[in-house]
């Protein structure tokens, strides 16, 4: 069993900066791939960044050059870096561990709302 736990979500303003992570209740990233989704009210979940267990990373054109994902090991965290912060990233973002064989793990979501 692993738990997922996300912070660092909160209020900012366009064109602001935030980072989110993810705290991992024991070492998985070595055979997990790592990622984050978002959701926002009415709309379906949205993959924002992944990393698998090589370092490789994938993200989609909407958030492309503004977000980072990156993972410390010996923290057992993954971190969401956000730049350039629009409103239409507002969504409760959320952290997964994904396997293609073991189960996935979900965290519990941190919102995230970008405004004025």
């Known amino acids: 069993q692993v738990q997922l736990v996300e912070s660092g979500g909160g209020l900012v303003q366009p064109g602001g900066s935030l980072r989110l992570s993810c705290a991992a209740s024991?070492?998985?990233?070595?055979?997990?791939?790592m990622g984050w989704c978002r959701q926002a009210p009415g709309k379906q979940r949205e993959l924002v960044a992944t990393?698998?267990?090589?370092?490789?990373?994938n993200y989609p054109d909407s958030v492309k050059g503004r977000f980072t994902i990156s993972r410390d090991n010996a923290k057992n965290t993954v971190y969401l870096q956000m730049n350039s912060l629009k409103p239409e990233d507002t969504a409760v973002y959320y952290c997964?561990?994904?396997?293609?064989?073991?189960?996935?793990?979900w965290g519990q979501g941190t919102q995230v709302t970008v405004s004025s």
């Open positions: 997964y561990a994904e396997h293609p064989t073991l189960r996935d793990y």
């Open positions: 024991r070492t998985i990233f070595s055979i997990y791939t």
């Open positions: 990393l698998t267990s090589s370092g490789y990373t």
